[in-house]
Structure formats: C-alpha cells, structure tokens
C-alpha cells in the first residue's frame, strides 16, 4: 500500500550546523511532495514542496531534492536557528482528483543555541 | 495564516458518544480534506469532499462521515465514539487546478473518555 517513511524521528544539531531530513515513498504514481513544520500545538505549515519534473527546489536556507528512480526526497537546512526546532513531516500525494497526502511519522528538530 | 479555521480547539466526549467538529476553508477553495493526528504521529488521511462530493476516503470506518457546504465551510462527524478516536483533527483547504497546495487549520482536539 502506500506509505511514506522518514528518517530520523528526531535529530539534534548546534545552532549553524545543517540538518537534513530523509524520506522514501513507495507509490510509484506520486508526483507531489511538500514538506510541513509543525510547531507544538500549531498547525502544520507548508514551508517548501517539489514536484516530480525537477530535481531540486531551493529557498533561502531550505532546499528540497527528490529522487524518482530511488523513490526518496530529502530536506535540506542551512545555518539552523533556535526557531526552525520544530517536527518536520514529510508528505507524498499522487495529485488529480483526490489528491490525498500520505505523510511520513515526524522528525523531531531541535536546535541547540 | 492560512485562511482555514476550526472549532471548537478543544472537545471532551464519553465513548459511545457522537461528535461534529467544523471547518471554514480558505476562500474559493473547492476542496477539503480531513486528516487524523494522532499524538506523536503524522496526519491520516480520512476523506476529501470536492464541490459538495466525497471524492477519496482513507481507512476508515463508516462512522467518520461528512460534509461540505456551499460557502466553503465543512464538517466532520463521528458516531459511536471509541477510546481511539482521542487526536488531533485538521482540515486542509486545497484549490483544484491550483497545484492541490493543501493549507491547514490549527485543529480540533478531541479527547474520548
């Protein structure tokens, strides 16, 4: 069935250090993958997605990059601050009608100051 | 923000209750998708409602049903309230033809007891 897994489900670094977050989707068909922080009891915010005709999505220190053939995407930030510590969710949708978000469990970030 | 508000935040039931929880989209979104959260988890995909229509559901019983109304507010509505049913409820307003960006609301909490 369809499933999305992310990896770490937590992760720790200094503040100025880069954080990178990984995920692997399993239904071939998608063709949709954003990226969602969300802070603790806040909503989930949409802070950069990628779509299946490009490799590579950048903006400012958040950079996405997706592999078809290998079925993984990857999060990328640059000179992390206190305020990106947030859980960071990955997502994978096939588009069209319905176009359902299958997400991945959570990587917790925590940025040391 | 995105637009998109729920209510109530927070909602205390019995099991064996039933529950309505609402959302109000974006404006001229045409699409809301429900989703379950359930602590430490990331969002299940429960149904989307497109132009008044349920047109994609996840697995989830008969008892998570819905509806979505002309001025873009919607509903979710659950029966027979299990222990299990405790999480977090977003809704996502989506424009079709528009990239299917999906923007949350900030979420029900509903607690069965």
């Known amino acids: 069935g369809e499933n999305v897994e992310q990896h770490p489900s937590t992760l720790s670094v200094q503040e100025g250090d880069s954080a990178v977050i990984k995920c692997t989707y399993s239904?071939?068909?998608?063709?949709?993958f954003p990226w969602y922080k969300q802070e603790l009891g806040k909503r989930p915010q949409l802070i950069i997605d990628i779509r299946s005709n490009v490799g590579e999505k950048k903006d400012q220190r958040i950079a996405v990059t997706l592999n078809k053939t290998a079925k993984h995407f990857s999060l990328h930030i640059t000179e992390t601050q206190p305020e990106d510590s947030a859980v960071y969710f990955c997502?994978?949708?096939?588009?069209?009608?319905?176009?359902?978000?299958?997400f991945g469990t959570g990587t917790l970030l925590a940025v040391q100051p | 923000e995105t637009g998109v508000t729920q209510s109530p935040t927070h909602l205390i039931k019995t099991r064996g209750q039933q529950v309505t929880l609402r959302c109000s989209s974006q404006?001229?979104?045409?699409?809301v998708s429900w989703y379950q959260q359930a602590l430490g988890q990331g969002p299940q995909f429960i149904f989307q409602y497109y132009r008044e229509e349920e047109n994609g559901r996840g697995n989830f019983p008969p008892r998570f049903s819905g509806l979505q109304f002309p001025n873009y507010s919607s509903e979710l509505n659950v029966n027979a309230l299990e222990l299990d049913d405790s999480a977090l409820y977003l809704c996502?307003?989506?424009?079709?033809?528009?990239?299917?960006?999906?923007?949350f609301g900030a979420g029900t909490r509903l607690s069965v007891l």
């Open positions: 997502a994978a949708s096939r588009g069209g009608a319905t176009n359902k978000l299958i």
């Open positions: 239904d071939s068909a998608s063709n949709y």
């Open positions: 996502a307003s989506s424009l079709v033809g528009q990239g299917n960006i999906q923007y």
């Open positions: 404006s001229g979104h045409n699409t």
